[in-house]
């Protein structure tokens, strides 16, 4: 069942548009991260970006005013459809609205559209 939803959902997402959010690729989020690692070009995602190391991964958050906030996670492509389906059931199969309060606290580049 999670095959058809997630063959539906890679569809809808390649003919949307979500003007200031954006969903990077597998290959672009490696890029960022060697950037952020200091293996790259540097430019100013240094100030937007930076990284944090979760369960032994290197993951690109983007970066808060004040250290006492939790850190908002970048999300691919390829991550997207599992992230929405664990928030979706983590709210006890909520609706719309709980579902994107969670996300939006965790995640940086999720709009409203995109849930």
Request: net charge positive; proline share 1%.
């Amino acid at each position: 069942m999670d095959g058809k939803h997630r063959a539906r959902f890679d569809e809808k997402m390649k003919n949307e548009q979500f003007s200031k959010y954006t969903l990077t690729s597998a290959d672009d989020y490696r890029y960022v991260v060697n950037v952020l690692s200091g293996d790259g070009d540097r430019n100013n995602r240094n100030v937007k970006f930076d990284l944090v190391e979760v369960a032994g991964m290197k993951k690109v958050i983007k970066t808060r005013k004040t250290q006492q906030k939790t850190p908002r996670y970048i999300v691919t492509q390829n991550e997207l459809f599992d992230v929405l389906l664990e928030a979706h059931v983590n709210t006890g199969h909520g609706g719309e609205k709980k579902t994107k309060t969670i996300l939006q606290d965790k995640y940086a580049n999720i709009s409203g559209k995109m849930i």
